[in-house]
T-cell receptor, first 115, second 115 residues
Framework: DTGVSQDPRHKITKRGQNVTFRCDPISEHNRLYWYRQTLGQGPEFLTYFQNEAQLEKSRLLSDRFSAERPKGSFSTLEIQRTEQGDSAMYLC?????????????FGPGTRLTVL | AQSVTQPDIHITVSEGASLELRCNYSYGATPYLFWYVQSPGQGLQLLLKYFSGDTLVQGIKGFEAEFKRSQSSFNLRKPSVHWSDAAEYFCAVAGWSSNTGKLIFGQGTTLQVKP
């Protein structure tokens, strides 16, 4: 399967714990995006990478959140000291950078539940 | 500020009936517009996109959308709905002048199809 994959698909954690999610983009895509989707809402942009460089971060990305893409391939999103408000679906997408209109391909998401 | 509004949170149509999902956007420059569909447990799938040219665009699964600049709208239509079209639909905008490619989504419309 050459689509975007995310791991894990579901994560249940207790408040105050740290969690890390992984995203593997389509191999030839140099742009990688993270979005957060809460129940009943559309996805909201969190951050994006071009290759290994993180080029933009949303104000939604508090200092408890950190994202990396160390070799320009897979990416990780870590949330420290989780709060109940962090419960959401975390979506990853990738695309080629050439052409602003190129389609973003989305992964299935990681659903986080913070108890 | 850039925004997307989907006025209808939930729509129910009978199988075989026509469908129109509304989308209004607010963007200061020429927008790139998208419609995505999300089925339970699935990632977002692109139905169609508009960048320039013909304001009526055709997509997959028999969907089409019409861009109306004067109304800041990009409504999605399908002449005959199938039960498998039941899902959540998202309209999104990306900035033509922005090279980030990040998408701004509406809150979504949930489509229910009656047999």
């Amino acid at each position: 399967d050459t689509g975007v994959s995310q791991d894990p698909r579901h994560k249940i954690t207790k408040r105050g714990q740290n969690v890390t999610f992984r995203c593997d983009p389509i191999s030839e895509h140099n742009r990688l995006y993270w979005y957060r989707q809460t129940l009943g809402q559309g996805p909201e942009f969190l951050t994006y990478f071009q290759n290994e460089a993180q080029l933009e971060k949303s104000r939604l990305l508090s200092d408890r959140f950190s994202a990396e893409r160390p070799k320009g391939s897979f990416s990780t999103l870590e949330i420290q000291r989780t709060e109940q408000g962090d419960s959401a679906m975390y979506l990853c997408a990738s695309r080629q950078s050439s052409g602003a209109h190129n389609e973003q391909f989305f992964g299935p998401g990681t659903r986080l539940t913070v108890l | 500020a850039q925004s997307v509004t989907q006025p209808d949170i939930h729509i129910t149509v009978s199988e075989g009936a026509s469908l129109e999902l509304r989308c209004n956007y607010s963007y200061g420059a020429t927008p790139y517009l998208f419609w995505y569909v999300q089925s339970p447990g699935q990632g977002l799938q692109l139905l169609l996109k508009y960048f320039s040219g013909d304001t009526l665009v055709q997509g997959i699964k028999g969907f089409e959308a019409e861009f109306k600049r004067s109304q800041s709208s990009f409504n999605l239509r399908k002449p005959s709905v199938h039960w498998s079209d039941a899902a959540e639909y998202f309209c999104a905008v990306a900035g033509w002048s922005s090279n980030t490619g990040k998408l701004i989504f509406g809150q979504g419309t949930t489509l229910q199809v009656k047999p």
